[in-house]
């Protein structure tokens, strides 16, 4: 009897062996969840990027869409790569980069095609009259991604969950902060260090509200935040189509006080970031660079783009 049960072990042990060498190799080639097409790539896109495993699906994420000026100069590369390093590991996130120039740059359209993520690519330039010390910078470029976000969306049938923010490309953003701003319902506010010749500002938050606003410089402004400090609801950007920055009688810092009146209050703003108590993005400024000693003309053996 033990010798006949024995004999049909042997005779099952390989079958079994092969059942599990073969579910184990299934399971090590299970597709991780699935990525979504790395689509709307106008202008430039980025190659793949390792699929990472995550907990909700990407497609059941709003999308992120992050609009960045930026302009020429020696740091703009470096700029550019540090924010593509950070962008690169949030999910669903749509870079909309406008250059302030007469045309698409060279360099910025390399670095678009190698950023690894979708990107729009647009460029409008600021009128010369505008480009002075003193006066808000940037204000076409914004106005020149939200109308390609008005004019992409017009046509697509609603819900189109997304989420859209400001982020300059010298500021320095923790991935926390994706997570947060994911979630605005309407116009969703935070703190933003090392701004306002202060440690950080932020809004003052009671019972869950906004009520004022903690802040060393204008403190009368209505909205005392920095373009760093707040996201919007694709739904809000697109019920109100005529929402922009105003160039004309726009004085310094009231950029964001001049677009926020147009499509909120204060009362209904959604605080983040643990009732605005954490600061997970720095208004940080890059030095300008010593090019002392550049030679006046190229010397180099060969030209290297920087
Ligand atoms: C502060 C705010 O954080 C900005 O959001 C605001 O636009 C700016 O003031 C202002 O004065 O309007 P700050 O660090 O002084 O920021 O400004 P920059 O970082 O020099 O410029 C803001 C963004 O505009 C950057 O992404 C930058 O690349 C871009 N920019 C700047 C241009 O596209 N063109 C320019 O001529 C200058
Ligand atoms: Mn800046």
Not at 10 to 39: K, Q, Y
Not at 137 to 158: D, I, K, M, S, V
Not at 176 to 181: D, I, K, R, S, V
Not at 243 to 255: T, W
């Amino acid at each position: 009897m033990k010798s006949l049960l024995f004999s049909r072990f042997l005779l099952l042990l390989p079958w079994v062996l092969i059942v599990i060498i073969v579910l184990d190799i299934d399971s090590s080639r299970a597709p991780l969840p699935a990525l979504s097409p790395r689509g709307g790539a106008e202008g430039g896109s980025g190659g793949a990027r390792p699929p990472a495993p995550r907990r909700l699906p990407e497609a059941a994420l709003p999308t992120i869409y992050a609009i960045t000026p930026t302009y020429s100069r020696p740091v703009q590369k470096a700029e550019l790569t540090r924010l593509a390093n950070t962008f690169r590991q949030v999910s669903r996130l749509h870079w909309i980069l406008v250059e302030d120039a007469a045309a698409r740059s060279e360099l910025v359209t390399r670095f678009v095609a190698g950023a690894g993520l979708p990107c729009t690519h647009l460029h409008v330039p600021t009128p010369r009259r505008y480009k002075r010390p003193g006066l808000p910078r940037a204000t076409e470029q914004r106005n020149a991604g939200l109308a390609w976000l008005r004019q992409r969306h017009q046509h697509l049938p609603p819900p189109q969950p997304g989420v859209l923010f400001f982020a300059d490309d010298d500021n320095t953003y923790s991935l926390e902060l994706f997570q947060e701003m994911r979630t605005t319902r309407k116009v969703s506010v935070w703190p933003v260090g090392l701004v306002g010749g202060r440690r950080y500002e932020r809004p003052v938050v009671e019972n869950g509200k906004v009520v004022g606003w903690y802040t060393g410089w204008r403190a009368d402004r209505p909205f005392a935040i920095d373009m760093a400090g707040f996201a919007v609801s694709l739904q809000v950007i697109l019920s109100h189509p005529k929402a922009v920055f105003k160039r004309r009688g726009s004085q310094p810092g009231m950029q964001e006080s001049d677009f926020l009146k147009q499509i909120t209050t204060v009362e209904e703003l959604e605080p983040k970031a643990n009732n605005c108590t954490k600061v997970l993005v720095w208004h940080t400024r890059t030095e300008k660079v010593n090019l002392a000693n550049e030679p006046k003309y190229h010397l180099d053996t060969v030209n290297i783009e920087v």
